[in-house]
């Protein structure tokens, strides 16, 4: 990085050095010996970072760490995929069981992201009226088919 710097303040400081020059000379005789000088000052300034050999491509991105502007973010963006994953989750389960014209208190969804960014639900509950207690089991079995995971049933 310190070598394509290195570069870029050798070509304007040369840059501006040569239209300095080149605005300075007189028009005279000499006037073809001045502009090849300042050609060849021009040209040599250009061509001295690459002879030297101090040129230095390398990028340590060891140290960049990432900012707690953008953790804060990040935390917020899953807050609300998780809070729309529970969402979905609660609602699929819900018109699941009004399907088979039941129809639940509430749902409850317990989920995380995991270190690979895959969601597991750790926990679906189900709370019915007594009414529906004869049901229990078809109701679990009804949302193990179609949310894909066995949701524990409580009645209230």
Not at 126 to 132: A, E, L
């Given at each position: 990085?310190?070598?394509?710097?290195?570069?870029?303040?050798?070509?304007?400081?040369?840059?501006?050095?040569?239209?300095?020059?080149?605005?300075?000379?007189?028009?005279?005789?000499?006037?073809?010996?001045?502009?090849?000088?300042?050609?060849?000052?021009?040209?040599?300034?250009?061509?001295?970072?690459?002879?030297?050999?101090?040129?230095?491509?390398?990028?340590?991105?060891?140290?960049?760490?990432?900012?707690?502007?953008?953790?804060?973010?990040?935390?917020?963006?899953?807050?609300?995929?998780?809070?729309?994953?529970?969402?979905?989750i609660e609602n699929?389960?819900?018109?699941?069981?009004?399907?088979?014209?039941?129809?639940?208190?509430?749902?409850?969804?317990?989920?995380?992201?995991?270190?690979?960014?895959?969601?597991?639900?750790?926990?679906?509950?189900?709370?019915?009226?007594?009414?529906?207690?004869?049901?229990?089991?078809?109701?679990?079995?009804?949302?193990?088919?179609?949310?894909?995971?066995?949701?524990?049933?409580?009645?209230?």
């Open positions: 990085m310190e070598g394509i710097r290195l570069i870029g303040i050798s070509i304007c400081v040369t840059t501006v050095v040569t239209s300095i020059f080149s605005m300075l000379t007189p028009d005279s005789k000499l006037d073809k010996v001045l502009k090849f000088a300042i050609s060849l000052f021009f040209l040599t300034s250009i061509i001295s970072p690459f002879v030297n050999n101090k040129l230095d491509f390398h990028i340590d991105i060891s140290d960049i760490t990432q900012a707690p502007q953008t953790r804060e973010l990040t935390q917020r963006v899953e807050n609300q995929f998780i809070s729309i994953a529970k969402s979905n699929t389960v819900e018109n699941l069981l009004l399907r088979e014209n039941i129809s639940p208190k509430k749902i409850e969804v317990l989920i995380n992201i995991n270190e690979d960014n895959s969601i597991s639900i750790n926990k679906l509950m189900v709370y019915i009226n007594k009414s529906d207690e004869k049901r229990k089991q078809a109701i679990e079995k009804i949302v193990k088919e179609g949310a894909g995971y066995s949701p524990q049933v409580k009645i209230e």
